[in-house]
Nanobody, 126 residues
Framework: QPEFVESGGGLVQSGGSLRLSCTAS????????IGWFRQAPGKEYEGVSC??????????YYIDSVEDRFTISRDNVKNTVYLQMNSLEPDDTGVYYC?????????????????WGQGTQVTVSP
């Protein structure tokens, strides 16, 4: 069964950095659009960033609140996608999930994504 395993969360002070990683097995990461979502307690899933399939030029997208602070990238040899998070703020706190859309198209909502990571907690203290 295809799997998507993520890591890299933790506790960090405001202004600090974390790098989240998701490694795929059983499917080709480069053929998929990869989204990062987060969920704060009592809140809905929020799309944070996405990168399209490699044959769709690997375009990247960010919500306004994280643009210029977060960077999404992939390594197709390692079958791994990353989310580099800099200048973290308390409002960034939540459980972060990676997700793969096998059509290779980025969507803002979670509906079209097939494979999901297990989630990793990111906590940013003041």
């Amino acid at each position: 069964q295809p799997e998507f395993v993520e890591s890299g969360g933790g506790l960090v002070q405001s202004g600090g950095s974390l790098r989240l990683s998701c490694t795929a097995s059983g499917f080709a990461l480069g053929d998929s659009a990869i989204g990062w979502f987060r969920q704060a307690p009592g809140k809905e899933y929020e799309g944070v960033s996405c990168i399209t399939a490699s044959d769709d030029d690997g375009n990247t997208y960010y919500i306004d609140s994280v643009e210029d602070r977060f960077t999404i990238s992939r390594d197709n040899v390692k079958n791994t996608v990353y989310l580099q998070m800099n200048s973290l703020e308390p409002d960034d706190t939540g459980v972060y999930y990676c997700a793969a859309d096998l059509q290779g198209v980025c969507e803002k909502g979670p509906r079209t994504y097939t494979y999901w990571g297990q989630g990793t907690q990111v906590t940013v203290s003041p």
